[in-house]
């Protein structure tokens, strides 16, 4: 039995001299597939099958995987592949999808997470640091790890009229008010908690709406790292490579 599907090659494992297995994040969850033939120059499969193809698949089902019977291009990004820096970030994407994104169930919205990021990305439409920080927290949202920033976690209030505290772990923050009667001392600018806010409450699309400057834009990019740090329980491998890059 043969179905057809369209989806983005995130994961790649070579077998052989010129097979791979691959992973795909599709609408419906991550499908894994085997690609004979796929490493041979100039193959039918060799570019449709690679990270970062975004394909239709023609898929036939058998006992442990899908087979990849055939595959139409619909996007490679292929000015990522020729930067090293652009090219690290997205397979740190990937890596993230790789863990959080569901099998079997509706992935619609990772799905388009990361097209959007790449897309972004490939065209240098959005700087790096900030299809990073947006893509972690957007993905973490996604796979029910949402922080709590709607509120001062002592008080409850919205706003802060000076620089707050963040704690990853417990995925909330408290306000410069509360800070003060409790002699601690802030870690980021409340423009930041901002916003996460406005990532975690926004679309696939919309969260990258959005600007910082200064000393924000390093804290932005920090504690969004943190914070997928501390749930996912383990550091990619990906992200490492990536900030030696960096």
């Known amino acids: 039995m043969k179905t057809a599907v369209d989806g983005i090659v995130i994961w790649e494992v070579k077998t052989g001299e ?4 691959i ?7 991550l499908v894994t597939a085997y690609a004979r033939g796929s490493l041979k120059p100039g193959g039918r499969l060799t570019g449709t099958t690679a990270m970062l ?16 019977t055939d595959a139409t291009s619909q996007n490679r990004f292929l000015k990522i592949y020729a930067q090293a820096d652009k090219y690290s ?7 993230l999808m790789k863990y959080l994104a569901p099998t079997e169930e509706d992935s619609s919205r990772f799905l388009s997470l990361l097209l959007n990021s790449l897309y972004l ?7 790096a640091w900030q299809i990073k920080a947006v893509f972690e927290l957007a993905v973490m949202t996604l796979a029910g790890y949402m922080p709590d920033v709607d509120g001062c976690s002592r008080c409850g209030s919205p706003e802060s009229s000076g620089g707050v505290f963040f704690d ?6 408290t306000c410069s008010e509360c800070l ?10 409340f423009s930041v908690i901002a916003a996460v806010r406005y990532v975690v409450h926004s679309d696939t699309r919309r969260a990258f709406s959005f600007s910082l400057t200064g000393d ?12 997928v740090l501390a749930h996912l329980e383990r550091k990619p491998r990906t992200l490492e490579f990536y900030n030696i890059i960096q």
């Open 18 to 21: 010129a097979d791979r297995v």
């Open 23 to 29: 992973t795909l994040l599709t609408a419906q969850g």
């Open 53 to 68: 193809s975004y394909s239709n698949f023609e898929l036939a089902s058998g006992k442990n995987m899908y087979t990849v």
């Open 89 to 95: 970030l997205a397979v740190y994407f990937c890596e």
């Open 121 to 127: 990305l490939d065209g240098d439409l959005k700087p």
């Open 168 to 173: 990853p772990l417990e995925a909330s923050w």
């Open 180 to 189: 003060d009667k409790e002699g601690r001392a802030a870690n980021y600018l």
């Open 216 to 227: 924000a834009v390093k804290q932005f990019g920090r504690l969004s790292e943190e914070y």
